[in-house]
């Protein structure tokens, strides 16, 4: 009997298989020299650093998303070290920008150049690792991925993230659902003020539950207090500064992808009050596969909300999924502007809704 989610092994695989372990380790790790010889000698490496994570990226996407996607289940065996890698090298890109940013070699276009490119890679494959890392079961893999949201100033979504988000998705009731109709800059400031309440009310819980140790929230505090000092000693009060500014950079990407995956998808409640249960239809996907791949699977988000503990390599693209038009790097950018977002995705949240009507219709038909 075949194990789940696992291709047979007779079959023959895709041309992404084949490569899929190339995939992942390039579209996340190649930026790093890029980024770092853009921190050091600036000149065409700072344009080429943030070209090759947007214009390049966003190219290849519109390219792969039209060729024949992997079988579901493919995964490759060196996928935790991966995750592990990318863990430790955002502390040396965060290191390595607040330095060439305080410093004083760089013109002001140099600089603005390796922000923009370290601040996307922390934004996009950081935050997407981190992601991973704190839905493993391991404590070390977890505790790494929080210590990459602390340096970021943003621990208590290790918290949220898990014990809010995945609780209450698609509901009103979860602060990082954004609602039809509401424009990114009325949601950002209340998802993080939400996701840091309701993360701390659920850390309470458990304590009073009789869950044992330190409340997280003294961590994270404690941990971004120490991240921020560490920049002080290693660049000055530039260096927050630059810090400070990378930080909200990254966080403001991860809010953005939380706004793009779940905009305007609702789960129906049922006669007792009660959501249905999470299903494809609450999360929008994508099927690009460079930024899925630069983002450890994160577009792939319906599987992941259905089998969070699964690994990012195994995730699916359920067919009955809604799709995003473009890539969610691209969506994102979108997002930015209110009026276009809600021209492009108002319709496709209305034939959504329009579907599960008629879907729970005919379930009390039955």
């Given at each position: 009997?075949?194990?789940?989610?696992?291709?047979?092994?007779?079959?023959?695989?895709?041309?992404?298989?084949?490569?899929?372990?190339?995939?992942?380790?390039?579209?996340?790790?190649?930026?790093?020299?890029?980024?770092?010889?853009?921190?050091?000698?600036?000149?065409?490496?700072?344009?080429?650093?943030?070209?090759?994570?947007?214009?390049?990226?966003?190219?290849?996407?519109?390219?792969?998303?039209?060729?024949?996607?992997?079988?579901?289940?493919?995964?490759?065996?060196?996928?935790?070290?991966?995750?592990?890698?990318?863990?430790?090298?955002?502390?040396?890109?965060?290191?390595?920008?607040?330095?060439?940013?305080?410093?004083?070699?760089?013109?002001?276009?140099?600089?603005?150049?390796?922000?923009?490119?370290?601040?996307?890679?922390?934004?996009?494959?950081?935050?997407?690792?981190?992601?991973?890392?704190?839905?493993?079961?391991?404590?070390?893999?977890?505790?790494?991925?929080?210590?990459?949201?602390?340096?970021?100033?943003?621990?208590?979504?290790?918290?949220?993230?898990?014990l809010v988000h995945h609780v209450?998705?698609?509901?009103?009731?979860?602060?990082?659902?954004?609602?039809?109709?509401?424009?990114?800059?009325?949601?950002?400031?209340?998802?993080?003020?939400?996701?840091?309440?309701?993360?701390?009310?659920?850390?309470?819980?458990?304590?009073?539950?009789?869950?044992?140790?330190?409340?997280?929230?003294?961590?994270?505090?404690?941990?971004?207090?120490?991240?921020?000092?560490?920049?002080?000693?290693?660049?000055?009060?530039?260096?927050?500064?630059?810090?400070?500014?990378?930080?909200?950079?990254?966080?403001?990407?991860?809010?953005?992808?939380?706004?793009?995956?779940?905009?305007?998808?609702?789960?129906?409640?049922?006669?007792?009050?009660?959501?249905?249960?999470?299903?494809?239809?609450?999360?929008?996907?994508?099927?690009?596969?460079?930024?899925?791949?630069?983002?450890?699977?994160?577009?792939?988000?319906?599987?992941?909300?259905?089998?969070?503990?699964?690994?990012?390599?195994?995730?699916?693209?359920?067919?009955?999924?809604?799709?995003?038009?473009?890539?969610?790097?691209?969506?994102?950018?979108?997002?930015?502007?209110?009026?276009?977002?809600?021209?492009?995705?108002?319709?496709?949240?209305?034939?959504?809704?329009?579907?599960?009507?008629?879907?729970?219709?005919a379930e009390v038909a039955e």
């Amino acid at each position: 009997m075949e194990r789940e989610g696992r291709p047979r092994k007779d079959a023959l695989p895709t041309a992404f298989e084949v490569v899929m372990p190339f995939a992942f380790a390039t579209a996340t790790l190649l930026p790093l020299p890029l980024i770092a010889a853009a921190m050091v000698w600036g000149g065409i490496w700072a344009l080429v650093a943030p070209l090759a994570l947007t214009l390049l990226a966003a190219t290849l996407d519109e390219i792969g998303a039209r060729l024949a996607p992997p079988r579901p289940g493919a995964e490759f065996p060196v996928s935790g070290a991966l995750s592990t890698a990318i863990g430790w090298a955002h502390f040396a890109v965060l290191a390595g920008a607040v330095w060439a940013l305080a410093g004083g070699w760089l013109g002001a276009l140099e600089k603005a150049a390796v922000f923009a490119a370290a601040g996307l890679w922390l934004g996009q494959v950081g935050n997407a690792n981190a992601h991973e890392l704190i839905h493993r079961s391991a404590r070390g893999a977890r505790r790494l991925g929080v210590a990459v949201y602390v340096s970021l100033l943003f621990g208590h979504h290790a918290s949220a993230h898990p014990l809010v988000h995945h609780v209450r998705v698609a509901t009103r009731d979860d602060p990082a659902t954004a609602r039809r109709g509401e424009g990114f800059w009325r949601y950002a400031p209340r998802a993080w003020r939400g996701g840091f309440r309701e993360g701390w009310r659920a850390e309470t819980a458990r304590r009073r539950a009789g869950a044992r140790g330190t409340h997280p929230y003294r961590i994270y505090a404690s941990g971004a207090a120490l991240a921020l000092g560490a920049s002080l000693l290693l660049a000055g009060w530039g260096g927050v500064a630059a810090h400070l500014a990378l930080a909200g950079f990254a966080q403001m990407q991860l809010l953005l992808s939380d706004y793009v995956q779940h905009y305007g998808l609702e789960r129906a409640r049922r006669g007792d009050g009660r959501p249905e249960p999470v299903d494809a239809r609450h999360s929008w996907n994508s099927p690009h596969p460079v930024s899925s791949w630069m983002m450890l699977n994160a577009p792939r988000h319906s599987d992941h909300h259905a089998r969070p503990s699964r690994p990012y390599p195994a995730l699916d693209l359920p067919q009955a999924a809604p799709m995003l038009p473009r890539s969610l790097p691209v969506m994102a950018c979108l997002a930015l502007w209110p009026r276009a977002w809600r021209r492009v995705m108002d319709p496709r949240v209305a034939k959504w809704r329009a579907a599960e009507r008629k879907g729970l219709a005919a379930e009390v038909a039955e």
